[in-house]
């Protein structure tokens, strides 16, 4: 037997995301972001120390891949040269594609992925903002980093201050190091490339990007091995806080969203008809039949015409 609901008891539809709504709340968070680097510059002094305290770390562990990458990137030009453009570019190109993508094609998974995306960069400002950590570039020469994007600086648009416009370098936190959202984003489109794209190359695409990106932000030297495990980290915390921060936020615009009343079904009509061999007829209008044998005044209602039969003569008065 097939479910049916009582009118007014149906569940709340989903509401429909609009873009209108969707770009504001996406900006509103990047500026924050990009605002709370500027606002955890903190001590440059205590950046550095926080740098070099996780190159020793490393060196104690042997995970210093940082040198070697940078090495090869600044020896080889056919190397570090693409590698600062995909540092320079692709961190502010993939990411939005994918959202705009899963926006107009994965509607119903869009919101999911997106709360996780700005959860975790909000966690990240939190790392800016607590460890100032100065980047292997901007160490001094005698700890062996070359600073690929100044050296390359000519081939692109960027100056001095990495991935910044040249002459802009004053609007960026350099010591804002700890963690890698450049390797947090690149997870993030993986894992989205990997779940949704639907074909091999895609799924390759899924892997290829978080991995080469983890590989470009050591050889360029503008992250520490540390900083991208940081990164996959913030977005693992992201990832699970999404689910409790998409609940707090439907239970706020409950809460404060008025709700539309359902208009109720309109159950005049079924009593108001009636429906006989096919035939509906309005409201007070007898069946053609009845309309030659009407009851009088008085009469009993056992005696009428349906029970009577076709023909039956009235009855008497």
């Not at 990047?30 to 955890?40: F, I």
């Not at 292997?136 to 100056?159: C, E, K, N």
């Not at 921060?245 to 159950?267: K, Y």
Request: aromatic content about 10%.
């Amino acid at each position: 037997m097939p479910h049916t609901e009582t009118p007014g008891t149906e569940a709340d539809p989903v509401p429909r995301l609009r873009w209108w709504t969707e770009l504001p709340l996406i900006l509103l968070v990047y500026a924050c972001y990009s605002a709370g680097r500027l606002l955890a510059r903190g001590d440059v002094s205590g950046a550095v120390d926080h740098g070099l305290a996780l190159l020793r770390f490393e060196k104690a562990l042997y995970l210093n891949f940082e040198h070697p990458l940078n090495r090869l990137f600044t020896r080889e030009p056919w190397i570090g040269i693409p590698a600062d453009f995909w540092y320079a570019s692709l961190h502010y190109l993939v990411t939005p594609a994918l959202l705009v993508w899963l926006f107009r094609s994965r509607a119903v998974r869009y919101r999911a992925a997106r709360t996780w995306l700005m959860t975790s960069t909000l966690i990240g400002l939190i790392g800016f903002t607590l460890l100032p950590t100065c980047p292997p570039r901007l160490l001094d020469a005698s700890h062996g980093f070359v600073d690929t994007m100044a050296q390359y600086s000519s081939y692109g648009w960027w100056g001095g201050a990495a991935s910044a416009p040249r002459g802009m370098g004053g609007m960026t936190n350099q010591y804002a190091a700890m963690p890698s959202l450049h390797v947090g984003w690149a997870l993030w489109c993986g894992v989205i490339l990997w779940r949704y794209g639907g074909t091999r190359l895609t799924k390759a695409a899924g892997v290829a990007y978080p991995l080469i990106t983890t590989i470009v932000v050591m050889g360029t030297a503008n992250h520490y091995f540390l900083d991208a495990v940081a990164g996959a980290a913030v977005m693992g915390v992201g990832l699970l806080l999404a689910p409790l921060v998409m609940r707090t936020a439907d239970r706020v615009r409950a809460r404060f969203v008025p709700r539309v009343a359902p208009v109720p079904a309109d159950t005049s009509a079924a009593g108001s008809s009636i429906v006989s061999a096919g035939c509906q007829t309005s409201a007070g209008e007898r069946i053609p039949r009845q309309r030659e044998s009407r009851v009088g005044a008085g009469a009993e209602p056992s005696a009428s015409p349906q029970d009577a039969g076709d023909g039956a003569p009235a009855p008497a008065r």
